[in-house]
């Protein structure tokens, strides 16, 4: 499920990306064009020799870059890190620095050379060129025979074809992994793999040892099954009741304004919450596209993390205090028991096969739209006492 969540909200980001133009970099006023450009014009002898001149002394990003963009191609030597988000990505240059990319497609040509360590979530990745350390999540992983990995290689992929050279430790988690047999050594270091089908000794192709695991073979006992689900089911409990006995002592009116917020306000928080749940990721990814609004960025994707990881304690509370409601029930001890039965109860129904990926979403949703509608109306109450 979380594999699923992941990949949707990567779908949504790339999708807005499509819908955008905008490129930001530090050193130019306008920086949608990264690449050089490229005349139609026909030109002299002379000036064939001027533009190879030119060629082999390129220019130099003396800063950050920043790239927001549909297709986006670097052939200029940046000396800084790369954040760069857009649909069809090209390193075609050395980048002195670390490098960042959200993308469809991301290709490094013969000629790039990344010097830092590259962070990437893509579609496709195909690595023709060097770079120092990779991780990356993607659907598709090429490293060409021309393609080098100086030190380690961490991937998660569908699939992943290494026909170039690892120079030190691979890490990998696919289920359809190719290696190169030809030409000698393809991993200097240790390899690492998790996938269903085994790879078998790779002698001369790996020179250190070599790992494997099925993540789709358990060799757990019933008794450590169920030990698992007790263990995870209590977690569960432990941090529903963190929150509620948190709550109880600062803001005890809250658990009443969530409950009114749920039955009275029901469809407006549900599509605050789905449009919480696409839009302040996104709105995360903007902000830290520049180095003055990185800080609220980083931030406001931490607040949404930790707003999510309690949904499920908020929803357990307002349906406890509704169920107490309607039944007027008044003592406190009584409200805390029923918000551990229907917490047992919704985590329960995450468990279910299929449909709990499905109650994961809605849970998620309803319980920021409660979250996020009760703060806003209680800065509108809290005005209202002012005047």
Not at 239 to 258: D, Q
Request: overall charge negative.
């Amino acid at each position: 499920m979380k594999t699923k969540m992941f990949k949707l909200g990567l779908v949504i980001a790339i999708i807005l990306m499509l819908c955008t133009g905008a490129c930001f970099a530090a050193e130019e006023a306008n920086t949608t064009n990264v690449t050089s450009e490229v005349s139609t014009t026909t030109t002299t002898p002379e000036a064939t020799a001027e533009e190879e001149a030119t060629e082999e002394e390129p220019s130099i990003i003396s800063d950050d870059l920043y790239s927001f963009s549909t297709d986006v191609t670097v052939n200029k030597i940046v000396d800084g890190n790369a954040h760069i988000f857009g649909q069809d990505v090209t390193i075609d240059n050395q980048i002195i620095g670390n490098l960042f990319v959200i993308a469809d497609t991301l290709t490094f040509t013969e000629k790039s050379y990344v010097q830092g360590t590259c962070y990437v979530i893509a579609n496709k990745i195909v690595v023709k060129g060097m770079v120092y350390d990779l991780y990356s999540s993607s659907t598709d992983l090429s490293i060409a025979s021309s393609g080098i990995v100086y030190r380690d290689l961490r991937a998660l992929s569908s699939s992943v074809d290494i026909q170039g050279r690892v120079g030190r430790n691979a890490f990998i988690g696919s289920d359809d992994i190719t290696i190169a047999t030809d030409a000698g050594s393809r991993i200097y270091g240790n390899l690492d793999y998790s996938s269903s089908k085994d790879l078998g000794t790779l002698e001369g192709i790996v020179e250190g040892t070599v790992t494997h695991s099925n993540p789709s073979s358990s060799n757990l006992t019933t008794g450590q099954i169920v030990m698992n689900y007790v263990v995870n089911a209590i977690a569960e409990l432990l941090f529903t009741t963190v929150l509620f006995l948190l709550i109880l002592w600062l803001t005890p009116k809250t658990i009443a304004n969530w409950k009114e917020t749920m039955t009275k306000k029901f469809p407006i928080s549900l599509g605050v919450g789905v449009l919480a749940l696409i839009a302040i990721p996104l709105v995360s990814i903007f902000t830290m596209v520049s180095e003055f609004t990185i800080g609220i960025g980083i931030a406001l994707l931490t607040v949404y993390i930790l707003s999510i990881c309690i949904t499920s304690a908020i929803l357990s509370i307002s349906l406890a205090k509704l169920i107490c409601d309607r039944f007027h029930l008044e003592k406190k001890v009584i409200l805390f028991l029923i918000t551990l039965a229907t917490c047992l109860v919704l985590w329960a129904l995450k468990q279910i096969p299929y449909l709990g990926g499905y109650v994961v979403i809605f849970i998620t949703i309803v319980g920021l739209g409660i979250l996020i509608e009760n703060l806003i109306y209680g800065r509108k109450k809290a005005k209202e006492l002012e005047q």
